[in-house]
């Protein structure tokens, strides 16, 4: 009965079941908690008892060895093995308990104590295994309080070199806490088991100066430590990748009640941003938990250990060095007016080699909680807003760079064919549509086209009358359905979260004129550079349009072996986006773009690249532009053995955005 009832985790029929002698040393509320509280703890979730033979001791007495197979969420599967004594009082058996029921071998006055084992959380590595996003520990200032003769001598004298009040200090110091040893991996060499330290203060390497550590080293019971006490992620290139790679901060309230599953003590770290946020659950791993007993004399014996299995590393697609050259590219042409992003991807597989958004931040900036006042700059808009990814976050007209498209769009619906000549009258580089219900002002190109415009010398020149035309002939229910049918309707998977682009604010083409403007990329459509770049990669592929990825697997040290958990795979999100047929017209156009058109500034000798550029109004703002170029090789690089196509969009005060192709060209040749 005791051990079916242990099976149910009916704790208040097992003290029924009590021997006389038993309930006078421990009351029902007291045994109750004792079991709840462990099973509590180790997250219980069944019980299996499976009782030996029994021994006859006397006619009085009785021992019935038994096992306990414990399935716990913390610690897994093990086995318990005790002994069940009973007693005869008055013709009536029962258990004679002791914490021995508990766990095996304890007595009176041990304690059960429930230690987590932290799991290191996974790192961050480029393509050549540079670390990006590292596990450190800060500076940490404590006080051994079995070393301080003067508490309150020793608060008068810390606080104002710590900054801290003297009463936040004296409660710090009052608050005690056992520190128990924390361990990663193999079974290690114990620390004492209680030691009265108290953490103070965390800082930075930068703040803990040699002069501020001698200062307070010269305290009493004061100490400084750097390998265990405050973990903290670390960005060894500052800046450099921050939008992509994010930053970690301590769990809040808010953190726990939005991942009610979460594994991460309440006092770890979590992502906040960029692949940190996105990767979350890989790199945490899952922490390992130990059940020991501490007797009275701070002896520790181990019942069960679960070791932790540490976070998975994140191997990237991405070369530090190239990001390092995109970075400084966009560094030295932008000014404090302006921003601007560079993405560079392989065209064939859709891996990132690169991705920046300027202005950036230092994701260090938030190892152990960012102060009010940098929150504020970085927040401002009147300091182009460095937190926000501008790659995969701004949505952005694209502009000319999307004429391709547009031309891709005429000759799969049938609208015009390779040959077509525009035939309308244009005066002025303004044209005017001769048709039913245009009430609009003329469409404006912004230099003369070589006759005859065609679609050729329209791509060339990048002529905005031609693909006006163009689009209003495929008509607005048909270049709606392929502007769908390109992926321009929503967000592109990826490894990070990328905007939603949109093709109309109403969900059609409310005019004519609508139509018209969209065919050139103004008009209502928006779409993110990280979208455009692996957008316009169909282009160079064949017809392909695919995820954007960085993380190319996920790998994990288990014992002595680094293995690799999951290997990524291109990931083709459209396939055959533009028809075999089509391609094979339109593709050729983008090599004259760069050899005698729009986009002669990334024209590189030796090197076949194809590309276009584009410039965009935002709204009715004409003081101000968005700046595009992209462009891609049709041959392999010799130093990474892919292809590279490098996308550049920049927010730049109207016509100062010559400079774009100077990092584009820098970028395809690096």
């Not at 059940?291 to 530090?320: F, H, P, T």
């Not at 560079?342 to 859709?350: I, Y």
């Not at 690249?609 to 968005?626: F, L, M």
Request: glycine share 8%.
């Amino acid at each position: 009965q005791f051990l079916s009832r242990y099976e149910r985790m009916d704790f208040p029929r097992m003290y029924s079941l009590l021997s006389a002698h038993s309930k006078r040393e421990i009351s029902l509320n007291e045994f109750c908690d004792r079991y709840e509280s462990l099973f509590d703890a180790m997250k219980v979730t069944s019980v299996v008892c499976t009782a030996m033979e029994a021994t006859t001791q006397s006619e009085t007495g009785r021992t019935i060895p038994f096992t306990v197979a414990v399935e716990s969420e913390r610690l897994g599967s093990f086995t318990l093995e005790m002994t069940l004594p009973l007693e005869l009082q008055k013709r009536r058996w029962g258990v004679d308990w002791s914490p021995s029921l508990i766990l095996p071998d304890m007595k009176d006055g041990d304690e059960i104590r429930l230690y987590p084992i932290a799991a290191s959380r996974g790192e961050i590595f480029d393509a050549s295994g540079n670390l990006l996003a590292a596990n450190d520990h800060a500076p940490t200032v404590y006080v051994d309080l079995d070393l301080v003769d003067d508490p309150e001598a020793l608060v008068r004298m810390l606080a104002p070199m710590l900054l801290i009040s003297e009463s936040t200090l004296r409660t710090k110091m009052t608050a005690l806490f056992e520190e128990e040893p924390t361990q990663t991996g193999e079974e290690s060499a114990s620390a004492p088991s209680r030691v009265r330290l108290v953490v103070l203060k965390a800082y930075t390497e930068a703040e803990m100066t040699p002069e501020f550590e001698e200062s307070l080293l010269t305290l009493p019971g004061v100490g400084i430590e750097r390998n265990s006490f405050t973990p903290i992620r670390s960005y060894p290139y500052g800046q450099l990748l921050a939008h992509l790679l994010g930053y970690t901060g301590p769990v809040t309230a808010e953190d726990l009640d939005a991942n009610p599953g979460m594994t991460i003590p309440s006092d770890g770290l979590i992502g906040k941003a960029g692949l940190e946020k996105s990767y979350n659950d890989a790199l945490t791993g899952t922490p390992g938990w130990e059940l020991v007993i501490l007797s009275e004399d701070g002896k520790r014996r181990q019942i069960v250990r679960r070791a932790a299995q540490n976070g998975q590393d994140l191997r990237l697609s991405i070369d530090i060095e190239l990001q390092r050259q995109a970075e400084l590219q966009l560094m030295e042409y932008l000014t404090a007016d302006m921003a601007g992003t560079v993405v560079v991807l392989d065209p064939d597989t859709g891996f990132l080699q690169a991705l920046a958004s300027y202005p950036a931040f230092d994701p260090n900036d938030f190892t152990l909680g960012i102060s009010e006042t940098l929150w504020k700059y970085y927040n401002d808009p009147k300091n182009n807003l460095p937190l926000f990814d501008r790659a995969t976050r701004g949505l952005y007209p694209p502009g000319s760079t999307l004429k391709p498209f547009t031309a891709s769009i005429a000759l799969m619906s049938g609208a015009v064919n390779s040959d077509y000549v525009f035939q309308g009258t244009i005066e002025d580089n303004l044209w005017t549509p001769d048709i039913p219900g245009w009430v609009y002002p003329p469409i404006k190109r912004y230099s003369s086209t070589p006759n005859p415009l065609n679609m050729r010398n329209a791509m060339i020149h990048s002529d905005n009358i031609f693909f006006a035309d163009i689009a209003m002939r495929t008509g607005t229910a048909e270049f709606y359905r392929y502007c769908q049918q390109f992926g321009l309707d929503r967000a592109i998977p990826s490894d990070v979260s990328v905007s939603k682009p949109g093709i109309t604010n109403s969900g059609e083409f409310e005019t004519i004129k609508d139509l018209a403007d969209s065919g050139y990329g103004q008009g209502e459509i928006l779409i993110t550079p990280l979208q455009m770049a692996s957008l316009f990669a169909s282009l160079a592929n064949g017809g392909t349009v695919y995820s954007p990825a960085m993380v190319e697997s996920l790998c994990r040290t288990t014992g002595r072996e680094y293995e690799t958990v999951k290997e990524t795979q291109p990931t083709p999100w459209i396939s055959g986006a533009i028809a075999d047929d089509v391609l094979e017209k339109v593709e050729p156009l983008l090599r004259l773009v760069v050899s005698e058109g729009t986009a002669k500034s990334i024209n590189v000798d030796g090197l076949d690249v194809h590309g276009k550029t584009g410039t965009a109004q935002i709204g009715d703002d004409r003081t101000r532009e968005i700046a595009w170029i992209i462009g891609y090789t049709a041959s392999v690089c010799e130093s990474t053995g892919t292809r590279r196509l490098v996308c550049v969009t920049l927010e730049v005060p109207a016509g100062e955005a010559d400079f774009r192709g100077k990092i584009a060209k820098a970028l395809l040749m690096q």
